[in-house]
């Protein structure tokens, strides 16, 4: 059973506009948030994190929202570079689930120049 | 600092095998997990080793297993390989559990 999906597998976007990545969870108990980026023959590098005390955490480019009620996180890339096409992978944990990380299926973000 | 480093990068194993794989996390790192990633399921968390003790296990089965030294470095075994068992299989270590995770560029097996 998916716990953290991300229903969009791949996503083009003009580079210097916005990319919007999303994910949904189904476990209230999640309360750590973090967003991974996988380059091919790489191994998945870490963004950027959010804890469910906020709603909005901003790193230089990259901007994690997360919205509780909805279960639904998103992140932001502005503007979108070429380099940053990888696959975009949200995972999520909680001390209620033993704080063990649950993956989504990754996004594959192509920024066409 | 040197990053996690995996070996081998490239395997090919027939059903029934057995294979090894080795991990050395980021130096000073002590929690070290291990991954399954398969085409369309993400990453499956299988097993997390801290100071040589397994703590945390995913939910596979027990052809599945590993162990870690006391230099933090950790192994994970598959024992009578399957088909199904083809993957890239990742590493990753912490400081400790329950945060972010740095990754290891895997190791791509593949069971004829």
């Known amino acids: 059973d998916q716990q953290v999906k991300q229903n969009s597998p791949s996503l083009s976007v003009q580079e210097g506009r916005i990319s919007i990545l999303n994910c949904d969870y189904t476990n209230s108990m999640f309360d750590y948030f973090l967003w991974y980026k996988k380059y091919p023959a790489e191994g998945p590098t870490f963004l950027i994190s959010?804890?469910?005390?906020?709603d909005k955490n901003e790193d230089g480019r990259f901007t994690v929202f997360l919205n509780k009620s909805a279960k639904h996180l998103s992140l932001h890339i502005v503007p979108s570079q070429p380099g940053d096409s990888a696959v975009y992978f949200c995972a999520a944990s909680g001390s209620g689930t033993g704080n063990q990380f649950y993956f989504g299926t990754g996004t594959s973000l192509t920024v066409i120049p | 600092k040197a990053g996690v480093t995996q070996t081998p990068r490239y395997l090919i194993k027939t059903r029934g095998q057995q294979v090894t794989l080795s991990c050395s996390p980021i130096s000073g790192h002590r929690s070290v997990s291990w991954y399954q990633q398969t085409p369309g399921q993400g990453l499956q968390f299988l097993f997390e080793?801290?100071?040589?003790?397994?703590?945390n296990k995913g939910n596979f089965p027990g052809r599945f297993s590993g162990r870690q030294f006391s230099n933090s470095r950790s192994e994970m075994n598959v024992s009578t390989l399957e088909l199904g068992d083809s993957a890239l299989y990742l590493c990753?270590?912490?400081?400790?559990?329950?945060?972010?995770?740095?990754f290891g560029p895997g190791t791509r097996l593949t069971v004829t």
């Open positions: 959010i804890s469910s005390i906020k």
């Open positions: 080793y801290f100071s040589e003790t397994q703590r």
């Open positions: 990753a270590s912490s400081l400790r559990w329950g945060i972010e995770q740095y």
